[in-house]
């Protein structure tokens, strides 16, 4: 199920990722595989937007784009792929990380959680959607 369908309210979703967020020194995109097929996804990027760090703060990195397939779910890939991020966001010098994440998506929230990830108020774009956002932080 596409996440436009679990969350058809308008300004509920918020997929932008530019190709440049991600690059060398600005943040990291990884594909999870499982016996060579790709399961699953997730994405880094260092806060850049000057009124976002003054939001959030300075040596901040927003998690986007964390997917693992369903059929998969369940085998530590969506760990596996949380700890590889937490190690770029280390190697690129960030102090914490924040990330949003669907009210529905109770999986997502019950790994966040496990991994030392607790509730912060809405930010940047996602002040719009507050009734379907939940917003994380974690301390590197």
């Keep these: ?3 436009s369908a679990l969350y058809p309210e308008p300004g509920a979703n918020h997929f932008r990722l530019d190709q440049d967020e991600v690059a060398p020194g600005n943040g990291i995109f ?3 595989r499982w016996h060579g097929r790709p399961v699953g996804c997730g994405a880094l990027r260092c806060i850049r937007d000057n009124a976002l760090r003054r939001e959030l703060g300075p040596r901040v990195g927003e998690l986007k784009r964390m997917y693992v397939a369903p059929d998969v779910r369940g085998q530590g890939i969506g760990r596996a792929l949380l700890d590889r991020l937490e190690t770029e966001g280390r190697v690129l010098g960030l ?3 924040v990330l ?12 966040y959680r496990r991994a030392g990830f607790t509730a912060i108020s809405a930010y940047g774009e996602y002040v719009a ?5 939940v917003c994380l932080t974690k301390t590197l």
Excluded: I
């Design 129 to 133: 959607s507050s009734a379907t956002s």
């Design 30 to 32: 990884v594909v999870a």
């Design 1 to 3: 199920m596409e996440l």
């Design 95 to 97: 102090a914490r990380l």
């Design 100 to 111: 949003e994440t669907g009210t529905r998506q109770a999986e997502a929230l019950a790994l």
